[in-house]
Structures are given as C-alpha cells and as structure tokens.
C-alpha cells in the first residue's frame, strides 16, 4: 500500500519534479519489421499486432471502450495486446487510413518544398497543459509546435490559462480569449494533455457562440479527455489525499483544478461532448509497449494497467474524441519521447490548413 501510495503522491509533483524523460533502455537495433504504418517493429511488437489483426471481437474502434480493454488486458494477461489491439483498430478505421495516408504523402512532399499559407491569415492558438510554467522541458507550452507552424506562414499564439487552473476557469479563459481575437479569419486550436480538457470544456459553454465558429480545426494532442483514475484514486484514499494536498499547499498550486482532472462518474470531464460541425477534430494519441515506457511516465503506467492499455496518464479509450481523424503514436507514451519525422508533424500542420479548414 505504501508503494502504491509513493506512485500517486508521485502524479501530484510529476509535472514539477525533475524525473527523467529519457525512453526505456531497450535494445532496438535488430528491429526492422514494418507493419500497419509502424517501423522498426521488434519480433514481440508484430506478434502482437498480428495477434490483434487476427482477434475477430470488437472490429471497430467505437467497440473497444475503457471496460473492454480492461477485460482484454485481464483475460490475456497482456496489457501490450489489449494496447495492440487499440492501435490496429485505431489505424485500419478508415477515415484514420486516410488520414495516416495523406500524411505519409505529404511528408515526401515537403521534404522537397516547405508550403507557405501566410495568405490564409490562419492563426495557431495553444491551449497548454497542467504546469506548463513551472516544467517548459516537457514541453506543455507547444512551443516546438508554435514554431513549426510560423515557419510555415501561420500566425501563432499561447492561450494564458493558470497552469492549475480549474477545467471551468480555463475553459473560460478560453472563451474569453477567442471572444478577443478578431484578426484572422481562422483559428486552429491545439491543446495538450489537460489543456485538451480545457478545450473540451470551452467547447461545451460557448462553441455555438458567434465568435467561436472562427475556430475550424482542435489538435487533441494526447489529451486528458475525460479525467485520469491516477486522480480519482488519489481522492478515494484520505491517505493519498492527504500527501497529494500538502504538496500542492506548499507549492501554492490550485488543488481543485488537480481535482478536476478526475474520472469516474460525476467527474467534469466526464460530461459527453458534442463538436460543433464547423469543427475538424484531429487527435495525436500515443499507444506505449510496457517496455517503451519512459523513466517519467513508467510509475504511472504501471499503476494505471490495472484498469487496462494506458499512455501513462489516461486510458488509452480515453484519449481520443471519436468524431476527429486520429494518428496513433506506436511506442509512444504521454511524453513523447520517441522521435516523430519532422516532415510528418509539418504535413500534420498543412492536413489542418489544407483539408481541415472547410468554407
């Protein structure tokens, strides 16, 4: 128990504390299988996406929800399988082929010439995640993404929520922000982690508003959709609790919007969402082997598998919003640490001004 407890006082000051983001010590170098747009894949990893391509149950990602990856995960006594068969669902979706395929076309394409969309006057706003101050190494505030997308013509900008903020004081924020910007004609959204939560949030108190149809596009970037269980447990357990409160007193951080971070029933992330139709969602999730799991997300992967295939924050059913396209991050968890091309995440930007934008 008292371990158990160490892991989730460890959640309250991971995002503060200076954990390693280095990636799991794992011997890759004889890895070259390619399979379901993954490369480099190890023996074990094909395996189990082959052992996912042939499991006949659940065809279509909507049938794999957070109880039945559990189940899965329980009856295989393999949380690698169940997360296999996430990603196999996930990327043979065909709207997310589609997708995935424009993605690897467009990559080639701007390796040879970078677009410029500065005639588009589209702005990039960044709705950050939970202290995103205090920790910019992890990189909560988007500034790589920020960078990115000026360097390809595009306005861009970071939202200023309190960076532990409530989900209802941010989503405010949010809506306020927008209320403000007036200069271009659209507005694409990219939220990270608990600043996904936020986006929800906004989304649900002034998305039809007027001014909120500039918005045309929300990158859901590993977000933190509908709460995390680390949370709910550290607030089921007076113990837990109690350590995770004292902690955050003495760093002066803001205890309920921790809170509102919380699954389960009741919890304000919880609520479902409706996305307005002018809205192009576009998810970025990550989908970890056990053994890929970095130094900072592994004490909380581990406790997480209990309720199924996780990226080491949220459940991986969890991380998605279903009516967007999604690219799924094989070996990849909540950090990020496994290199994505560069020309990929620029033609994932161009995907946002090209396809997402819509009259």
Same mark, same amino acid.
């Given at each position: 128990?008292?371990?158990?407890?160490?892991?989730?006082?460890?959640?309250?000051?991971?995002?503060?504390?200076?954990?390693?983001?280095?990636?799991?010590?794992?011997?890759?170098?004889?890895?070259?299988?390619?399979? /379901?747009?993954?490369?480099?894949?190890?023996?074990?990893?094909?395996?189990?996406?082959?052992?996912?391509?042939?499991?006949?149950?659940?065809?279509?990602?909507?049938?794999?929800?957070?109880?039945?990856?559990?189940?899965?995960?329980?009856?295989?006594?393999?949380?690698?399988?169940?997360?296999? /068969?996430?990603?196999?669902?996930?990327?043979?979706?065909?709207?997310?082929?589609?997708?995935?395929?424009?993605?690897?076309?467009?990559?080639?394409? *701007?390796?040879? $010439?970078?677009?410029?969309?500065?005639? $588009? $006057?589209?702005?990039?706003?960044?709705?950050?995640?939970?202290?995103?101050?205090?920790?910019?190494?992890?990189?909560?505030?988007? &500034?790589?993404?920020?960078?990115?997308?000026?360097?390809?013509?595009?306005?861009?900008?970071?939202?200023?929520?309190?960076?532990?903020?409530?989900?209802?004081? #941010?989503?405010?924020?949010?809506?306020?922000?927008?209320?403000?910007?007036?200069?271009? @004609?659209?507005?694409?959204?990219?939220?990270?982690?608990?600043?996904?939560?936020?986006?929800?949030?906004?989304?649900?108190?002034?998305?039809?508003?007027?001014?909120? &149809?500039?918005? &045309?596009?929300?990158?859901?970037?590993?977000?933190? #959709?509908?709460?995390?269980?680390?949370?709910?447990? *550290?607030?089921?357990?007076?113990?837990?609790?109690?350590?995770?409160?004292?902690?955050?007193?003495? $760093?002066?951080?803001?205890?309920?919007?921790?809170?509102?971070?919380?699954? @389960?029933?009741?919890?304000?992330?919880?609520?479902?969402?409706?996305?307005?139709?002018?809205?192009?969602?576009?998810?970025?999730?990550?989908?970890?082997?056990?053994?890929?799991?970095?130094?900072?997300? &592994?004490?909380?992967?581990?406790?997480?598998?209990?309720? @199924?295939?996780?990226?080491?924050?949220?459940?991986?059913?969890?991380?998605? *919003?279903?009516?967007?396209?999604?690219?799924?991050?094989?070996?990849?968890?909540?950090?990020?640490?496994?290199?994505?091309?560069?020309?990929?995440?620029?033609?994932?930007?161009?995907?946002?001004?090209?396809?997402?934008?819509?009259?």
């Amino acid at each position: 128990m008292r371990h158990a407890a160490f892991l989730l006082i460890l959640l309250a000051s991971a995002c503060h504390v200076d954990h390693a983001l280095e990636t799991a010590a794992v011997d890759v170098s004889g890895c070259k299988a390619s399979m /379901l747009f993954a490369t480099d894949l190890c023996a074990d990893e094909v395996a189990n996406l082959k052992w996912a391509q042939d499991f006949k149950e659940y065809p279509r990602i909507a049938d794999l929800t957070r109880e039945r990856l559990g189940q899965i995960s329980q009856s295989e006594k393999s949380v690698d399988r169940a997360a296999a /068969l996430y990603y196999h669902r996930m990327v043979t979706e065909p709207k997310n082929t589609q997708f995935i395929t424009y993605l690897l076309r467009r990559e080639k394409e *701007i390796e040879k $010439k970078m677009p410029n969309f500065a005639d $588009k $006057k589209v702005l990039l706003l960044f709705a950050p995640g939970m202290f995103y101050r205090d920790n910019p190494q992890v990189g909560a505030d988007g &500034k790589q993404f920020r960078m990115m997308a000026r360097r390809m013509g595009i306005a861009d900008g970071i939202i200023p929520v309190e960076q532990t903020g409530t989900i209802e004081e #941010n989503a405010n924020t949010i809506c306020e922000h927008l209320q403000r910007e007036d200069a271009f @004609g659209s507005v694409i959204l990219a939220s990270l982690s608990k600043g996904s939560g936020d986006v929800k949030r906004a989304i649900q108190i002034c998305g039809n508003e007027p001014y909120f &149809k500039k918005v &045309k596009v929300w990158y859901n970037v590993v977000g933190i #959709n509908k709460g995390s269980h680390l949370i709910t447990d *550290i607030d089921q357990t007076w113990q837990y609790k109690m350590e995770a409160r004292s902690y955050f007193c003495w $760093k002066g951080y803001n205890w309920d919007g921790f809170m509102s971070m919380r699954a @389960g029933a009741g919890a304000p992330l919880e609520t479902p969402l409706v996305v307005p139709p002018h809205i192009t969602v576009i998810n970025v999730v990550a989908v970890p082997g056990s053994k890929y799991v970095s130094e900072r997300a &592994k004490p909380f992967y581990d406790y997480l598998t209990r309720y @199924g295939p996780n990226d080491g924050l949220t459940l991986l059913a969890d991380s998605h *919003i279903p009516e967007g396209v999604t690219y799924a991050s094989w070996r990849n968890d909540h950090y990020f640490r496994y290199e994505i091309p560069e020309a990929r995440l620029y033609a994932m930007i161009a995907y946002a001004v090209e396809v997402g934008i819509r009259p």
